[in-house]
């Protein structure tokens, strides 16, 4: 049987890097003793229970992982529990006690922190955007949905486009894809827009020939220089 498109290569090639596992984080380490900064990367979804392996394992977050500690960082891939839209409060708070134990790792400097969410999992940025913590150096979005779809029983905290207004001068990098879903890029537009409203802090990467997931979907020149862009513009707020 053909594998899942969610296990398609990541779009960059990558030195393989064995991360240390502890749930519900995986660590990907970069050279030297530290402290290091942090990226914490947040899966999309829901991803149902059945859909296997889970999103860590995937290669497109390996892949992620991998890149970020070869910049530096220490890359860290959250496994939360998005199966169903009634998960955003459980992910929520598998992502706060994640956050915590990226931050009391000796290896990771706690003040350089960036949280970078994807797709689906993108209405977890909610919480950060109204109220950023002073160690949040950056928040970055990639092909993210930032309002709920018709019929999504979403509670209103998770609403990026709501939350934007109060996110002050944190910056925030924002990836679209330009053969986006008409839905999301609907409410990446209205999140775009709100942004712009209150002047807030956004550098905006666009990838016009690509597709949602594009980093696993569109093996292009254009894919790889979209993640570069990003990755260099999260990192240099880390550094």
Same mark, same amino acid.
């Given at each position: 049987?053909?594998?899942?498109?969610?296990?398609?290569?990541?779009? @960059?090639?990558?030195?393989? /890097?064995?991360? !240390?596992?502890?749930?519900? &984080?995986?660590?990907?380490?970069?050279?030297? !003793?530290?402290?290091?900064?942090? /990226?914490?990367?947040?899966?999309?979804?829901?991803?149902?229970?059945?859909?296997?392996?889970?999103?860590?394992?995937?290669?497109?977050?390996?892949?992620?992982?991998?890149?970020? +500690?070869?910049?530096?960082?220490?890359?860290?891939?959250?496994?939360?529990?998005?199966?169903?839209?009634?998960?955003?409060?459980?992910?929520?708070?598998? *992502?706060?006690?994640? @956050?915590?134990?990226?931050? $009391?790792?000796?290896?990771?400097?706690?003040?350089? /922190?960036?949280?970078?969410?994807?797709?689906?999992?993108?209405?977890?940025? $909610?919480?950060?955007?109204?109220?950023?913590?002073?160690?949040?150096?950056?928040?970055?979005?990639?092909?993210?949905?930032?309002?709920?779809?018709?019929?999504?029983?979403?509670?209103?905290?998770?609403?990026?486009?709501?939350?934007?207004?109060?996110?002050? +001068?944190?910056? &925030?990098?924002?990836?679209?894809?330009?053969?986006?879903?008409?839905?999301?890029?609907?409410?990446? +537009?209205?999140?775009?827009?709100?942004?712009? +409203?209150?002047?807030?802090? @956004?550098?905006?990467?666009?990838?016009?020939?690509?597709?949602?997931?594009?980093?696993? @979907?569109?093996?292009?020149?254009?894919?790889?220089?979209?993640?570069?862009?990003? *990755?260099?513009?999260?990192?240099?707020?880390?550094?």
């Amino acid at each position: 049987m053909a594998e899942p498109t969610y296990m398609n290569p990541f779009v @960059l090639p990558v030195d393989q /890097i064995v991360p !240390e596992s502890r749930d519900p &984080i995986d660590l990907y380490l970069p050279e030297g !003793e530290g402290p290091h900064p942090a /990226i914490v990367f947040v899966h999309g979804g829901p991803v149902p229970v059945e859909m296997q392996p889970s999103p860590r394992h995937w290669p497109m977050f390996r892949g992620y992982g991998a890149l970020a +500690a070869s910049r530096g960082a220490v890359g860290v891939v959250v496994d939360h529990p998005l199966h169903t839209p009634a998960d955003y409060p459980a992910s929520a708070a598998t *992502l706060v006690t994640a @956050l915590a134990t990226v931050r $009391a790792d000796p290896r990771v400097d706690p003040d350089r /922190i960036a949280v970078w969410f994807f797709s689906g999992g993108s209405p977890l940025s $909610a919480d950060l955007l109204r109220e950023p913590p002073a160690w949040l150096r950056v928040l970055a979005l990639t092909y993210p949905l930032l309002e709920p779809f018709p019929g999504m029983d979403v509670d209103a905290v998770y609403r990026p486009v709501e939350a934007v207004a109060l996110a002050g +001068a944190l910056p &925030i990098v924002l990836t679209r894809a330009g053969r986006e879903h008409p839905f999301v890029a609907g409410t990446v +537009a209205n999140f775009v827009a709100a942004a712009e +409203a209150v002047k807030a802090d @956004l550098r905006i990467v666009d990838v016009p020939n690509g597709r949602h997931s594009f980093d696993i @979907l569109d093996h292009t020149d254009e894919s790889r220089e979209a993640v570069l862009a990003a *990755l260099t513009l999260v990192l240099d707020e880390l550094n």
